[in-house]
């Protein structure tokens, strides 16, 4: 059982470049998060989908978009990447019912130079 | 709205000496309480969650917590700490009546020292 892969592990990108991070999870979960972590701020959500075709916004999402095509994959897009932006991206995943654990991927580590 | 407190950033802890990582929470609702822990480089696992019956939750690894509803508590607890529990533990809430989406705290760093 894979539950949620994202990709790519770490990436070094330069300020003003798209990047996307991916994320998909064979759990066929209907809930799907994007967190960012940083040192002394815990996880902040910056967007979540409830369920294929439907996305909001979390905490912070300025700078951030996604999709959900389909259950399976929820990609995380930086249109123009900024040094404030590097952070470490954690991908996660639960059922919707409200005592449902959420799983987490093993984290995209980005760095914006 | 629905949030998480962890009022400590760091535990230290000698090994074989039992371990308390503390976590207040606030809901408007009743609670969905879990916690979380997060080895270097990796991402967060779930230990064990709190739904409803007995306050006493046990989880993974030896690991439990209990449920304090009157001091809106979820207190993470193991009875004899070892040197590989050194992580860093999240506890997150959701609410029974509210949104789905959990919210956690910033994070405890739990070291265990030999």
């Known amino acids: 059982i894979a539950g949620i892969t994202q990709a790519p592990t770490s990436q070094i990108l330069a300020a003003g470049r798209r990047m996307t991070l991916r994320c998909t999870q064979d759990?066929?979960?209907?809930?799907m998060y994007w967190y960012r972590q940083d040192l002394g701020l815990g996880l902040r959500l910056i967007h979540y989908?409830?369920?294929?075709?439907?996305?909001g916004k979390g905490e912070v999402p300025d700078g951030y978009s996604v999709s959900r095509a389909n259950t399976d994959d929820f990609p995380l897009t930086l249109a123009s990447a900024v040094p404030s932006q590097t952070s470490v991206y954690f991908c996660?995943?639960?059922?919707?019912?409200?005592?449902?654990?959420?799983?987490f991927g093993q984290g995209t580590r980005l760095t914006v130079v | 709205a629905q949030s998480v407190a962890q009022p400590e950033d760091q535990v230290n802890v000698a090994e074989g000496n039992p371990l308390t990582v503390k976590c207040t929470y606030s809901?408007?609702?009743?609670?969905?309480l879990f916690w979380y822990v997060q080895y270097p480089n990796r991402g967060l696992q779930f230990l064990l969650k709190?739904?409803?019956?007995?306050?006493l939750v046990k989880g993974s690894y030896g690991f439990e917590a209990e449920f304090n509803k009157s001091q809106t508590s979820f207190h993470l607890k193991k009875p004899s700490a070892l040197v590989s529990d050194s992580a860093l533990y999240f506890c997150?809430?959701?609410?029974?009546?509210?949104?789905?989406?959990?919210?956690f705290g910033r994070g405890t760093s739990l070291i265990v020292h030999p």
């Open positions: 996660a995943s639960s059922d919707r019912t409200t005592s449902g654990e959420a799983f």
């Open positions: 759990m066929r979960h209907n809930a």
């Open positions: 989908s409830n369920t294929a075709g439907t996305t």
């Open positions: 809901v408007s609702g009743n609670p969905y």
């Open positions: 709190y739904i409803t019956g007995d306050n």
């Open positions: 997150a809430v959701r609410d029974w009546g509210g949104s789905y989406i959990p919210t």
